[in-house]
């Protein structure tokens, strides 16, 4: 009865159609926030053997979700950290703005190193997809995917900081985000192994996510809008170039 008594109050919104608006648009944020992550957890996972592959996933998105409801309970610091402690070219930076710069430079440096390996042909360690020598663990994929998420998650609660006050909204979209993720992790990362060529255009647009961090901590903002529409376009020229090239092979086997 006290439990109901107390969790009463965080949950008024449910009679509130605009709070419900809100929860939709909210889930829908964090979903899309959530492909950045997701095809950074697909490749990385894709780094081990396979028998480690989706134990890995679960693991690492797990303690995602875990890591993003500590920070949740912690939002009123998390708010704080958009206050500027120094400024340096004419720009005021924040924590959330060193966050978002670290976290740009590690997937500029991850993603530069893997289309290394995956176009050196005379490289086989660490290889994108597949090789001899694996030298990732399982500890360090799961390390690396909880040290991005922390970049995305800082970023999606300040988000939706100014979306709702409702912090029980907050939770269910995190909670159904992730959700989402965990379940599309697999069929994602099995589609980037069975198709070489999208490594390549998935490592292009971790590139262009951490350009992006980099330039957002520096105080230049992309819109979202813009980013998502040129990897929408980038994934409809390379759905052609497959169907196109399936096509062929369908007729060079059917002309034997």
Same mark, same amino acid.
């Given at each position: 009865?006290?439990?109901?008594? =107390?969790?009463?109050?965080?949950?008024?919104?449910?009679?509130?159609?605009?709070?419900?608006?809100?929860?939709?648009?909210?889930?829908?944020?964090?979903?899309?926030?959530?492909?950045?992550? &997701?095809?950074?957890?697909?490749? &990385?996972?894709? /780094? %081990? #053997?396979?028998?480690?592959?989706?134990?890995?996933?679960?693991?690492?998105?797990?303690?995602?979700?875990?890591?993003?409801?500590? %920070?949740?309970?912690?939002?009123?610091?998390?708010?704080? !950290?958009?206050? #500027?402690?120094?400024? $340096? =070219?004419?720009?005021?930076?924040?924590?959330?703005?060193?966050? %978002?710069?670290?976290?740009?430079? =590690?997937?500029?440096?991850?993603?530069? /190193?893997?289309?290394?390996?995956?176009?050196?042909?005379? @490289?086989?360690? @660490?290889? *994108?997809?597949?090789?001899?020598?694996?030298? !990732?663990?399982?500890?360090?994929?799961?390390?690396? +995917?909880?040290?991005?998420? %922390?970049?995305?998650?800082?970023?999606?609660?300040?988000?939706?900081?100014?979306?709702?006050?409702?912090?029980?909204?907050?939770? +269910?979209?995190?909670?159904?985000?992730?959700?989402?993720? *965990?379940?599309?992790?697999? #069929?994602?990362?099995?589609?980037?192994?069975?198709?070489?060529?999208?490594? *390549?255009?998935?490592?292009? =647009?971790?590139? *262009?996510?951490?350009?992006?961090?980099?330039?957002?901590?520096?105080?230049?903002?992309?819109? /979202?809008?813009?980013?998502?529409?040129?990897?929408?376009?980038?994934?409809?020229?390379?759905? !052609?170039?497959?169907?196109?090239?399936?096509?062929?092979? $369908? /007729?060079?086997?059917?002309?034997?």
């Amino acid at each position: 009865m006290q439990l109901i008594e =107390f969790l009463a109050p965080h949950f008024a919104f449910v009679s509130d159609p605009t709070a419900w608006v809100a929860l939709l648009t909210l889930i829908v944020l964090e979903v899309v926030l959530g492909i950045d992550n &997701l095809i950074f957890i697909s490749i &990385l996972t894709n /780094k %081990l #053997p396979e028998a480690q592959r989706a134990r890995a996933r679960r693991i690492g998105i797990s303690a995602a979700l875990i890591m993003r409801l500590v %920070l949740l309970a912690t939002i009123s610091i998390i708010v704080q !950290l958009t206050a #500027p402690v120094f400024t $340096a =070219f004419g720009h005021g930076f924040s924590w959330r703005d060193l966050i %978002l710069i670290a976290g740009g430079l =590690f997937l500029v440096w991850k993603a530069t /190193k893997e289309i290394h390996h995956t176009v050196d042909l005379e @490289d086989h360690q @660490d290889t *994108m997809i597949g090789g001899e020598t694996l030298q !990732l663990s399982m500890a360090g994929a799961v390390f690396q +995917i909880l040290l991005l998420d %922390l970049v995305f998650s800082i970023d999606s609660i300040i988000t939706a900081v100014g979306m709702t006050d409702e912090i029980a909204i907050m939770y +269910i979209a995190v909670i159904v985000a992730v959700s989402v993720m *965990m379940l599309a992790a697999g #069929p994602l990362a099995n589609f980037i192994a069975k198709n070489p060529s999208i490594v *390549m255009l998935a490592l292009s =647009f971790l590139l *262009m996510i951490g350009m992006t961090l980099i330039a957002d901590g520096m105080g230049f903002h992309v819109p /979202k809008g813009y980013i998502y529409a040129a990897m929408g376009f980038s994934a409809l020229v390379e759905g !052609l170039n497959m169907l196109a090239r399936r096509r062929r092979k $369908a /007729k060079a086997g059917a002309g034997h």
